[in-house]
């Protein structure tokens, strides 16, 4: 089955660190941009950032561009979102999702075709 | 980077058509693309490329577009569809950018 599983919910206090995870399956990960979307509680969708995990490639949204860090590892066919230091600002729920566009082939343009379920993410002191 | 203009809600009686719209000046430059989310859930793509519908979204939703504007067209409307719509589109750059949304009431 073609999926996105990403990890659980996080509570977390202002300053800390995190990274959430996006495990990919059902599809050559490598080969596929996948990015991180946020929305805050009751607000719309805010694109952060797109990563290619064959060579890391990496577009970041000026809205978000060194708040937050994009990796992936196609050896284990997961992406990752990584804070250093959290803000309260930071709570929101965070979905991963590809586009199945590349080189080769891009029959549905630059849609996310598929998303992962969201990680909720609170930081609260 | 731009905005995309939605209404931020509307109400439909069942079986009526629901057309939202999105504008902005980019689109007649750029494919826009269509999102369903419902309470709770992940978004959904429901149309691709201005028009374009994925296998398994029911025929009642279409889409169009017309100079600055965008519209997702669901025509006979059921109960099921009560949930919030995102248009989407890009930039040169290869950025993304979401519309503000539209909560339809059914």
Redesign the interface.
Known sequence: EVQLVQSGAEVKKPGESLKISCKASGYNFATYWI?W?RQTPGK????MG?IFPDDSDT?D??SFQGQVTLSADKSINTAYLQWHSLKASDTAMY?C?TTFCNSSTCS??????L????TLVTVSS | ?YELTQPPSMSVSPGQTARITCSADVLPKQ?A?W?QQKPGQ????II??DT?R?SGVPERFSGSSSGATVTLTISGVQAEDEADY?C?S?DS?????????TKVTV
């Open positions: 990015g979307v719309g969708l805010e694109w797109i577009r949204s000026p979905y999702a549905t343009g630059n849609a996310f075709d998303w992962g379920q969201g | 980077s494919f693309y999102y992940a978004p959904v793509l691709y490329k374009e994925p995102y989407q890009g750059s290869g950025a993304y950018v979401f519309g503000t949304g």
